[in-house]
T-cell receptor
Framework: EDQVTQSPEALRLQEGESSSLNCSYT??????LFWYRQDPGKGPEFLFT???AGEEKEKERLKATLTKKESFLHITAPKPEDSATYLC?????????FGDGTTLTVKP | DSGVTQTPKHLITATGQRVTLRCSPR?????VYWYQQSLDQGLQFLIQ???????AKGNILERFSAQQFPDLHSELNLSSLELGDSALYFC?????????????FGPGTRLTVL
């Protein structure tokens, strides 16, 4: 069965303090690894898709990387508006599987 | 705005009742997914349809059912409602296929069972 584990569960940063979120996965036949951002009470917002080990994607202060066993979401010089829950998901041969997310709080 | 619409936004009902949640996918998307998210919990995958056919099933209760219609909109039916069914229900859509599986989520329907 496909599994996704995200760590840490919660992360508190000062504005400008860079860090990384981890997503470890096991999947049968990876068809894509996805990162989403979710604000409280709202639907997740798509950020990135990664398909193969070594691939990297960037968007503003966010950079996603992928290895054969895990993915990292690097946040450089975060701002308070980056505060949200970040979800990782994998698509295997069957259904997609989401992790429980990392809740990021960025203090000014 | 993801382009996925869900109605209604809020629904308050009583235990034992039946409700129907509706979802319209983004233009051109063939896959529709339904998720349940209870307070402070992760997204629980319920079911996926692709071009009208059931593609994958998650932990969907027997009291719940769904379908995707020829115009690609989807409905999630919840019956014999219990207090524990109170949650946010999200619909998502994707193009589908081997790639193009990034999902675009609607704003959700907040269901409260009293």
């Amino acid at each position: 069965e496909d599994q996704v584990t995200q760590s840490p569960e919660a992360l508190r940063l000062q504005e400008g303090e860079s860090s990384s979120l981890n997503c470890s996965y096991t999947v049968s036949g990876l068809r894509g690894l996805f990162w989403y951002r979710q604000d409280p009470g709202k639907g997740p917002e798509f950020l990135f898709t990664l398909y193969s080990a070594g691939e990297e994607k960037e968007k503003e202060r966010l950079k996603a990387t992928l290895t054969k066993k895990e993915s990292f979401l690097h946040i450089t010089a975060p701002k308070p508006e980056d505060s949200a829950t970040y979800l990782c998901a994998v698509q295997g041969a069957g259904k997609s599987t989401f992790g429980d997310g990392t809740t990021l709080t960025v203090k000014p | 705005d993801s382009g996925v619409t869900q109605t209604p936004k809020h629904l308050i009902t009583a235990t034992g009742q039946r409700v129907t949640l509706r979802c319209s996918p983004r233009s051109g998307d063939l896959s529709v997914y339904w998720y349940q998210q209870s307070l402070d919990q992760g997204l629980q995958f319920l079911i996926q349809y692709y071009n009208g056919e059931e593609r994958a099933k998650g932990n969907i209760l027997e009291r719940f059912s769904a379908q995707q219609f020829p115009d690609l909109h989807s409905e999630l039916n919840l019956s014999s409602l219990e207090l524990g069914d109170s949650a946010l229900y999200f619909c998502a859509s994707s193009v589908g296929g081997v790639k193009n599986n990034e999902q675009f989520f609607g704003p959700g329907t907040r269901l409260t069972v009293l």
